[in-house]
């Protein structure tokens, strides 16, 4: 068996590719040695910058020398690519949300199993460091049981909202705004902290008057967890801030608060008898780094560990099912915001049940508040 996998990338124009190839420069197990790419431009440029032999046909990309395939391309694309990969018999990876909708979902899991391959979802907040501490004292029990929380990210992108021929933010092909986009990195996280969500509230808006195709651009989602836990979480792409996201839990022993943007990025108070410091405030140190030292060193673990799990075989412990309960927090966000009420979960299973969750994507233009008539933004 060989000590490394050889990767291949379907999407050598994304945005996140250059993170990935930084993130693993230094590992010996990740090689890069392919890509694929429908835009010969950029497959070039991909091909000379990362010394990847490019291949104009996916046949042909799926026949060669690798083990494994990054999945790099525009999420209505997800689907269909990942099962041709998984078809081909090479383990995948594919950069988040999974898909649009939970059908597809469902199809992609169906398929990876009924192949035998590896299957994980590129997930990196699951593998930020901040992140793991912070599941790990919650498992631990440092801040008891947590009844609050609030988490943020932010990111300006306004030339991608104002292009109408971009797909993203859209909905035929994004899956709709940065519920969509940014949203899915929040609830797949607190997901893994605090487990089922029970039901939310959404309220959707467009503070940029970017084109009909487009979704929203901001977002406010109220979250209420089956262990109790309500979380407010706020979403933008209009707001202009340095690049982070932000996080706190409230529990009944202590609070923890994370920042991308921090040196330290948790800071803990717990009353826990074995935290490591009791009655106070205080700052782990933690691998981490300002954007983009935060992309870099959460896609290096991320890459790193799908690697192990294919040289080890073993099963990713962040399964298909876990980033598939993302995009269901998604979909059921977009389901109350078309409702105007608290929305449970058990509502949006109905509808995938009986129409679809597609349904769910149509007509949320006429639930965002159009905000950008009564902001002046020159």
Known sequence: MSDFVKFGIIGAGSAVWRYHKLGTKNNPQVKFISGYDINEKKLAKAAKYSKLEPFSKLDDFLKSDIDAVMVLVPHYLHSDIVIAVAEAGKHVICEKPMATTLEECDEMIAATKKAGIKFMIAENHRFLPAHQFIKDALER??????????????????????????????????????????????????????????????????????????????????????????????????????????????????????????????????????AEVKGEFYSPKIEHGPFPDYYKISMGHEDAYFAECILEDKKPEFTPEEARQGVAVVLLAYLSAKNGRMTSMDELMEIYKKEGTRSILEGLGEVTQKNYENLNWD
């Open 141 to 274: 029990g440092f801040i008891g049981d947590v009844f609050l929380g609030r988490t943020y990210e932010g990111a300006y992108a306004s030339s991608q909202f104002f292009d109408i021929n971009d797909w993203s933010f859209t909905y035929s092909k994004g899956g709709g705004g940065v519920v969509s986009d940014q949203g899915v990195h929040k609830f797949t996280m607190l997901n893994w902290f605090l487990g089922e969500v029970d039901s939310a509230q959404c309220w959707l808006s467009k503070t940029l008057k970017s084109p009909p195709n487009k979704g929203e651009d901001t977002a406010i989602i109220l979250l209420r967890y089956k262990c109790g836990a309500t979380v407010t979480v706020d979403i933008s792409s209009s707001t202009v801030h340095p690049l982070t996201n932000k996080t706190e839990l409230h529990g009944t022993k202590g609070t923890i608060f994370e920042d991308h943007d921090w040196e330290r990025p948790v800071k803990l108070f717990s009353s826990h008898p074995e």
